[in-house]
Structures are given as structure tokens and as C-alpha cells.
């Protein structure tokens, strides 16, 4: 089980460093909300601390995007792996 | 194929939230039941996984860019309950930490990225399984191409009846370019579901014969 860990999250964060190369296109429905005209109908009701993916305070675009992705990945893998277990021991 | 706020009307997303809420509400009851040991760790890193592999955008047609959805793929490996729960949470970090999808469009995006991934998407691997016995990397392309098609067509018809854009505009190019963003989608999770029945066949949900399984 450790080994599976320790490669699932491997797999993760180098998919993460891979991240800052991804298409800057926008997605299928941003572009056809700007097609359409409909894009300024979007609106951000909260500021997200991580907005866009890129970290603050880091001015390299490359860098505050994979610590994003970092804090993403282990913000995600913690919160599940308490969930599973919250899971199971109320099973008992 | 996140919806920002702003797309939908209240009547729409608040009928979402009710929605896909009380399905994660059935999914926590039922996800106690699928669980096994191994469940815990293998919900994170599918989570992680997914997270990570949802910010690689990949270019398609027309200065357009697509990225995998993941929801048959958790559907497959940890059952549809357990895989709406990681689709969610994934969902709802993407929405609080990173902005990337609306707080109030949160219910239609879990419907359209989790709930028709891990169930529908699930059901037609299951059912394609069953026709196709040895097909399994097919049986999960088609799966996961029809789970973002249709995910893609829920979204449309979401922004329609919020007056966002009518039905007739919006399918052709919606539906269009998910049909492409769904091969990518189907390829990324063929390739996954094939290695892990090749390498760690014991950690995925489905098993025997009756539940579609090889």
C-alpha cells in the first residue's frame, strides 16, 4: 500500500511540473461563451486565494502555477484520505 | 467545461445544488458499504491524480483547449459512490481555492463532471462490458468519450434554461468540441483503467463477471 502511495503521488506531482506547459486556449465553454458573447456574464463571487491556478506573491508564472498544483494535490490527496477513513470507522 | 457564476439563473443552480447534493448525501450512505481497506489511500490518490491531471490542458481544434474530467475513470477504479465523492471534492476545492468554477454553478458542475462520469459513464462501461466481453479499453474510451459528450449537452441545456444561450446556438459547438475534448478524455482513461488491470487488477471496484467486470 505504501509503494502505491508513494507512486500514485509521484505520478501526481509530475504531472504537476508538467502543468506551466499546458494549452493557454481557453476551454470548450470559455470559447464559445466568447464566440457567443456571453464570457462577461462570468463573475468571481469569492475571492479564491489561488485564483487561476497561480500562486501569489511568486512573480514567476512557471513556478506559481506548480505550487498551485502542488497545494492542490496534497490539499486533495489529505482531505481524502481523511474522508476514508471517517468512512470506514463509521462502518463499525 | 467548468461554469463560472454569472451563467446561470437562480432557478438553475439552485435546483443543482439540491440535486447533486443529495446525491453525495446517498453516496456517503452507500460509499460505507463499498469501502474496503485499501479505500482510503486509493481515494486520495485518484484525487490527486485527477486534480492534477485536470490542469493539463490539451489543444484541439480552432485555438481551443480541453482537459481530462476524470469521473468514469474514479467511477471504474472505486465504484460509482466513492468516485462522485472524490469527483466532488475535487470539484470543490477547484471552485473555493482556485476559482475555477462558480460557488452557485458548484451543483451543476458536479452534476455534469461527477454525477454523469461516475454513474452514467459507469453504467454504460458496465453495459459495454457485457456486450463486448474483451473489450476493455474500448468498452472505457466509449464510456468516457459519452461521459463528457453528455456532460457537455447537461451544460448546454443548463445555460439554455437560464436564458444564458438558446439550445440551438449553443449544442453544435458545445456538443462539437466536447467530441473532441471526449477523445482525449477517453484515451487518458483507457490507458489508465487498462494498466491497472494489467498491474493491480485487485484494486479496482469492479470484479465479477455480474458487475460487467473481465
Redesign the interface.
Known sequence: MKKLIISGLIISIILVLFSPFASSFPDGLEKVSEIFHFSEKGQSLINSPISDYSFPFVKNNFLSTIIAGLIGVIMIFILLLIFGNLFKRSKI | ???????LDTKTWASFWVVSFGFIGVA?KK???E?K?????????????I???Q??????L??????FVGGVLAGIILGPF?GL??MS??LI????????G???ALGANIFNMGIIGTFLGYYIFILLNKIFKKGLFLNSFIASWFAIVLG?LS?TVQLAISK??PLY??LP??VG??SL?GIGEGLITSLVVSFLYKT?KD?IFIKTPDQGGL
Open positions: 467545461m467548468h461554469i463560472p457564476d454569472g451563467f456517503i460509499a460505507k458499504e469501502l481497506e485499501k479505500s482510503a489511500p486509493l481515494m486520495g490518490i485518484i484525487g490527486a491524480f486534480f492534477a491531471a490542469m493539463l490542458n490539451f489543444p484541439v480552432n485555438g481551443t483547449s480541453g482537459h466513492a465523492i472524490v471534492v475535487v476545492i477547484q471552485s473555493l481555492l482556485f476559482g475555477d462558480g460557488i452557485l457537455s451544460c444564458t444561450i446556438l449553443g459547438s458545445m468540441i466536447h475534448i493491480r484494486l
